[in-house]
């Protein structure tokens, strides 16, 4: 029997010369697809670890800082082309995310964190789509959780210099002294959702979509190859469709999970904000 190749690295159609009717099994992406050998240093701890998601997400962050520099360096009052989609962008957060959400008059000081959170994760999901990349960084749950602990730190620490402490115990509580007996139950249900279930959704949701995105588009992208082979021609050809469209439907959800990361963040500061009644 025939094995497929599995490696650290992606299972790209390319990894592997399994084909339908050479008597091997599928050679299904699984975990195994989203585990990297270190470019340099060794995973034992032996050396400096850097891998593949580490590189694009440094990539990342040079490319947004880059497109922005250039568009801003030297603004004109007549914006040329770059300028006028980095200022699109800019008043897209801007004005559709935080003013909606926070206000203009609180929300201002707001809108670098929320332009750098959203530029930064939908890169990060790009590379989804990227020749040679074929990876959303995001999959991994180290980065979303690191970007949540970031709006986490920012909401809580928030919440405690507006309300003080009494304040800001009411506030993740939900303290209403109308609810009678029930109020222990209900204080307690709401600082275990805000304290904990929040921070932990808020990077699962992104994590979860990415990976599950990036599942489906290598499970298309592996079969289309596998099939290959024979009468498996019409079936490799549907495939290879289903690919085009799992495409076309990331780059969609891509841009949502950076627009819904970056809304649930302005929500927890404007709660943070907010007056307790």
Not at 97 to 115: D, F, H, M, Q, R
Request: proline residues 5%.
């Amino acid at each position: 029997m025939k094995e497929p190749a599995v490696s650290a690295d992606p299972t790209l159609a390319f990894e592997t010369d399994c084909h339908l009717f050479d008597g091997c099994g599928f050679p299904a992406p699984g975990l195994h697809s989203f585990m990297f050998e270190p470019l340099w240093g060794d995973a034992d701890g032996n050396g400096f670890y850097f891998n593949k998601p580490m590189l694009l997400a440094l990539l990342g962050s040079i490319i947004i800082v880059g497109f922005f520099w250039a568009a801003f360096a030297r603004p004109k009052v007549v914006p040329g082309k770059l300028q006028m989609i980095a200022e699109a962008g800019y008043d897209f957060v801007r004005r559709g995310v935080v003013y909606e959400t926070i206000g203009k008059k609180e929300g201002e000081k707001y809108v670098p964190l929320a332009v750098s959170l959203f530029f930064f994760i939908w890169m990060l999901n790009l590379w989804s789509i990227v020749p040679v990349a074929s990876f959303p960084v995001t999959s991994i749950i180290a980065y979303p959780a690191i970007l949540a602990a970031i709006v986490y730190v920012t909401w809580v620490s928030l919440t405690f210099k507006r309300h003080g402490f009494v304040g800001a115990f009411k506030n993740f509580t939900g303290y209403d002294k109308s609810l009678g007996a029930v109020l222990p139950l209900s204080m307690t249900i709401e600082l275990a959702s805000n304290l904990l279930v929040r921070p932990f959704t808020h990077a699962v949701r992104l994590f979860a979509n990415m990976f599950a995105g990036h599942t489906l588009l290598l499970l298309f992208t592996i079969a289309s190859w596998y099939m290959l082979n024979g009468i498996g021609i019409a079936y490799s050809a549907v495939s290879f469709v289903m690919v085009i469209v799992m495409t076309a439907f990331e780059l969609f959800i891509q841009a949502v999970q950076a627009y819904v990361f970056v809304l649930l963040t302005c929500t927890f500061i404007q709660g943070a904000l907010a007056e307790h009644h």
